[in-house]
């Protein structure tokens, strides 16, 4: 297969750059390795919006892929689907695709906020302190609550979390993976939030007695090989 020049991607980093947690940066990780391409990353941090406003966005993630800027996760899916069909496909069909809308929308507006508040006290420690002063104003003004508050409430948030898995749970305990046999774009963008919570906080997401466990460690076998053959 030939073998193109290395995608670019501003990567969101804690105060050590080589701690990358942004559940979306995640997605495309595992997004540009199933298509076997190359990728860099750029360190970017929730201060450096000058670095990415060029490209229209102040998120990340953001790619670079030969000259061509697309920034939101699931927007370069779509990209790397339409731009690479030579490749292995991401959704596997329109009913693939379908899925993966669906987990996009139910990770980022149920799962995450529940994340956001049980391990929020994790994810403010490991930010760089040029970092924490946005982080602070912006998760108070996002919750109408300090951080302290959103600390106490911590275990309500991790509960609920437990309970919103459930579903997730029964699934993966019939199959190996949420698209079957093999994993997808759905998968990588629940695979892009466990690794978020395993960087800032392990949660022992590995344990592979458990059906979300044994799936766990299955995606990310799956992406190490991709990144082998796309080295």
């Known amino acids: 297969m030939e073998q193109k020049p290395a995608i670019l991607m501003y990567d969101l980093a804690a105060a050590d750059g080589a701690l990358r947690?942004?559940?979306?940066?995640?997605?495309?990780?595992?997004?540009?390795?199933?298509?076997?391409?190359?990728?860099?990353?750029?360190?970017w941090r929730f201060t450096d919006k000058e670095?990415?406003?060029?490209?229209?966005?102040?998120?990340?993630?953001?790619?670079?892929?030969?000259?061509?800027?697309?920034?939101?996760?699931?927007?370069?899916a779509e990209y790397l689907e339409a731009a690479y069909p030579?490749?292995?496909?991401?959704?596997?069909?329109?009913?693939?695709?379908?899925?993966?809308?669906?987990?996009?929308?139910?990770?980022?507006?149920?799962?995450?906020?529940?994340?956001?508040?049980?391990k929020i006290d994790a994810i403010f420690a490991i930010l760089h302190e040029k970092d924490r002063s946005y982080f602070r104003a912006s998760r108070e003004?996002?919750?109408g609550k300090t951080l302290e508050q959103l600390a106490e409430e911590?275990?309500?948030?991790?509960?609920?979390?437990?309970?919103?898995?459930?579903?997730?749970?029964?699934?993966?305990?019939?199959?190996q993976f949420l698209c079957g046999s093999e994993p997808y774009y759905a998968d990588y963008i629940l695979c892009g939030t466990f690794q978020w919570i395993e960087?800032?906080?392990p949660?022992?997401?590995?344990?592979?007695?458990?059906?979300?466990?044994?799936?766990?460690?299955?995606v990310l076998h799956h992406y190490n090989n991709r990144l082998d053959q796309s080295a």
């Open 21 to 43: 947690f942004s559940p979306f940066c995640w997605r495309t990780r595992f997004a540009i390795a199933h298509k076997q391409l190359a990728l860099e990353t750029i360190p």
């Open 141 to 143: 003004a996002r919750f």
């Open 199 to 201: 960087a800032v906080s």
């Open 154 to 175: 911590a275990p309500d948030a991790a509960k609920l979390f437990e309970q919103a898995l459930v579903p997730l749970r029964r699934t993966l305990g019939e199959q």
């Open 51 to 76: 670095a990415i406003a060029k490209f229209g966005s102040e998120r990340v993630p953001v790619i670079i892929d030969q000259g061509r800027a697309v920034h939101d996760s699931w927007r370069i």
């Open 86 to 118: 030579d490749r292995p496909s991401l959704f596997g069909g329109s009913v693939g695709r379908g899925l993966a809308r669906f987990i996009n929308k139910w990770a980022d507006f149920t799962l995450h906020p529940l994340i956001l508040r049980w």
């Open 203 to 218: 949660a022992g997401f590995s344990n592979t007695d458990d059906p979300l466990g044994r799936w766990y460690a299955d």
